[in-house]
């Protein structure tokens, strides 16, 4: 996919969420091996020492990688988010990221919003970072950085899967130019028990979690799916030789809300 700066970005990430030490380097190393190009972290993940060790032992080489990390909601502010942005650089052993976001909005706190985004703004015109984007933004939260920015953010990351779409803030980052990612759009596993996802996957003869990865893509979203597995990380991989048909996404697009995190953007 092409972001609103002309730069290219993957179509499908890496999460790595909750994987960390020895656990994190090898499984890194194994993602590359298969064929990832963008690693999704964050500073609160907690792994980027070890995402870092990863890239520098592997045969990719660096300019081929994707990298996008965050700054979370304690670190936010001007002069808070350019250190840590700077921390984030060290930990990765990196010169530059692909890509930096916001990690969650302040809704108590327009301003602190505003700051975080000028430093990110700054870290772009000084070419420290390829992207600048937030995550976790719905459109209210959206309005304010748009009120206020030289640089319209190419990125927003948002919990994204079937019976969860966030159909207001998604269609209009399509029209402001926004890329959407989707973390979590296997629903940390819930939608792989769902059985009429199971029932239009065998009609492919694909996994719910292939089809689910195809959905997002047929929805314009990149998927950021996450696994400890290499068969996984293959099977994750392995959607280009299928298409959902019209009626099977209608179905998927219209699913009642079935499951989501706890982790609510309104809320932060």
Not at 190 to 199: D, G, P, Q, S
Not at 247 to 265: A, R, V, W
Request: hydrophobic share 35%; glycine share 4%.
């Amino acid at each position: 996919m092409i972001l609103n700066n002309g730069n290219y970005i993957p179509s499908i990430g890496f999460g790595t969420s909750l994987i960390q030490g020895e656990e994190c380097v090898k499984n890194i190393k194994q993602a590359l091996k298969v064929g990832y190009r963008h690693i999704d972290t964050a500073s609160v993940y907690e792994n980027e020492k070890e995402i870092g060790q990863a890239i520098k032992e592997s045969d990719v080489p660096r300019e081929e990688i994707f990298i996008t990390s965050k700054v979370w909601k304690d670190s936010m502010g001007y002069e808070s988010t350019l250190k840590s942005f700077y921390k984030t650089l060290e930990n990765l052993q990196l010169d530059y990221l692909d890509l930096f976001l916001i990690h969650w909005p302040r809704n108590n706190d327009r301003q602190l919003n505003i700051d975080t985004w000028k430093a990110l703004e700054k870290l772009y015109k000084e070419k420290k970072v390829k992207a600048i984007g937030v995550s976790n933004f719905l459109k209210h939260h959206l309005d304010i950085i748009l009120e206020e920015c030289e640089i319209i953010p190419m990125v927003n990351q948002l919990e994204f899967h079937p019976g969860l779409m966030r159909k207001e803030t998604v269609d209009f980052c399509k029209e402001k130019n926004i890329i959407v990612e989707a973390w979590a759009p296997l629903g940390k596993g819930k939608m792989l028990e769902n059985e009429e996802l199971k029932r239009i996957a065998n009609k492919y003869n694909k996994s719910v979690a292939q089809l689910c990865i195809k959905w997002c893509l047929q929805n314009g979203v990149i998927p950021l799916p996450k696994t400890t597995n290499e068969n996984r990380m293959k099977e994750n991989k392995d959607i280009n030789d299928f298409e959902i048909s019209k009626e099977d996404m209608l179905f998927i697009n219209n699913m009642e809300f079935f499951y989501g995190s706890t982790m609510d953007p309104n809320k932060s």
